[in-house]
């Protein structure tokens, strides 16, 4: 793991140069094998032979002189702002990719801003879509006739509602790849009394997994507007466990402004009907 503002290699048989954060690459009439993973800003290379660069978020690749095997699937650094709009099940969605920073997407149904992201990191895989009318008989097969654009890769792919992983921008689809949801509520208060919270209850899609492996939901809560958060806990639910009680007890405490609830699962559950607090006199 190299930390590096440059690295340069002249005259030199560079075999890999791999998995590390660097400002800038710099070969010169060296035969290169490998330059890998790099979140760099540049990647010079003159009078060599390059054989792969591959899987890194680089600013610019300049080849000059050079013999090029492959320059493949790295995130570009665009810092420029993207919008555009979709339509799923009476949904209209409005998505504003903030450059390499965060991917916002707003539901003029709920009235609502939500983060996008792609495995666990804020950014969203799709770098623009359009709902595709004359595509209609054969996006039947996927469940929408959304067709995005991928930044990593560049193919183009519909979205499907029902799929509870993303395909994995590199290998392809047969290594899915599941990614964290969150769903947040809050129980808000002007009184600086405290109130107790015996627990809450999660009510929902219980216990018909897409995936055997992913068996689990994890409550935070947060009595500071969401600057911190405590974990309280995991429960498991096992596939067909459908009278499984996905509830956490002994909450504590809390007064003004209130309690924020975070659940995080990774396809556990379908849907989230609605997460009540258990109050003293429900006790």
Known sequence: MALTPTIQASQAYVFSVTGGETAEIEISQAFTLAVANFPTEQINASQGFVNLVTEGATQDICVSQMFVNVVARGRVNNPAIRAWTFT??????YVLRLGNIVTLVYDFHAEQWYVYGSDESSIWRPYTGINWQGGNVISRAYGTNVIVGDD????LYFLNTDQYYDDDAVEGSSVPRSFPREVYGQVATRSFDFIPCFGVQLMGSVGDMADLNLTTVTLSTSDDQGNTYVDQGTVTIPNAGYNTRVEWWSL????????LFKIVDRGTLHRIDYLEMIEPSDA
């Open 88 to 93: 799923i099940d009476g949904h209209d969605f």
């Open 152 to 155: 990593g890769n560049g193919a």
């Open 252 to 259: 504590g405490q809390f007064d003004a402004p209130g309690r």
